[in-house]
């Protein structure tokens, strides 16, 4: 459904992280907010929300992606 990955980099602190958020349906008809997040180049931490609804489910990733933007991280370019 909707996929957000974000990137922080900081060569100078040896900083190289990213998080990854993804809603998708699960089999009760409710949708889950999956994340991930860790150092590039490493296996991340993964959490999974369920919400009941698709809206919910993306207003959860909007906060999420504002804080991570407010935070320093960027989306990679394509």
């Known amino acids: 459904m909707m996929r957000v990955q974000l ?6 602190k ?7 958020m993804e809603i998708q349906p699960n089999l009760f008809g409710q949708y889950t907010l999956f994340r991930e997040w860790g150092r ?3 296996a991340g ?3 999974e929300t369920p919400f009941p609804t698709a809206e ?3 207003a ?3 906060r999420q ?3 991570k933007v407010r935070r320093g991280y ?3 370019p394509l």
């Open 7 to 12: 990137r922080r980099e900081d060569p100078a």
């Open 14 to 20: 040896n900083m190289r992280r990213f998080y990854v």
């Open 40 to 42: 590039i180049g490493r």
């Open 45 to 47: 931490t993964v959490r």
């Open 56 to 58: 919910a489910a993306e």
């Open 60 to 62: 959860a990733l909007e």
């Open 65 to 67: 992606w504002r804080a």
């Open 74 to 76: 960027l989306q990679p």
